[in-house]
């Protein structure tokens, strides 16, 4: 049963720091690639940023870049989103999810949309990032 755990939100002022991370389990973690997407109130989900679990290629959303890092404990099995000099705009509900495809689909279309058919569980629970001005 695949299963995706997000934790680390909480409620930061301008500037400050928060580190996500996203505990996966039920799937082979090497084979797929891990993405975070937020969703601020009364908007869409926002893709930010995924890695590709089997040689660690990442995408970044333009909105985040030089600001976000992300990361991934292949041994762990634990995808981690470092989020630095954060803005009242990150504000919002973050999400995990697992799909084979997620990377190669964000190069290639140059944006991180949701995968199209994910597996019951792909998705976290998701976790609450505030940030206060």
């Known amino acids: 049963e695949v299963q995706l755990v997000e934790s680390g939100g909480g409620l930061v002022q301008t500037g400050g720091s928060l580190r996500l991370s996203c505990a996966a389990s039920?799937?082979?973690?090497?084979?797929?690639?891990i993405g975070w997407f937020r969703q601020a109130p009364g908007k869409g989900r926002e893709g930010v940023s995924c890695i590709s679990n089997s040689d660690g290629s990442t995408y970044y959303a333009d909105s985040v870049k030089g600001r976000f890092t992300i990361s991934s404990d292949n041994a762990k099995t634990t995808v981690y989103l470092q989020m630095d000099n954060l803005k009242p705009e990150d504000t919002g509900v973050y999400y995990c999810v697992a799909d084979p495809g997620l990377h190669t689909a964000a190069m290639l279309l140059g944006t991180l949309l949701p995968p199209l058919n994910p597996q019951p569980g792909s998705w976290g629970q998701g976790t609450q990032v505030v940030v206060s001005s």
């Open positions: 039920g799937f082979t973690f090497d084979d797929y690639a």
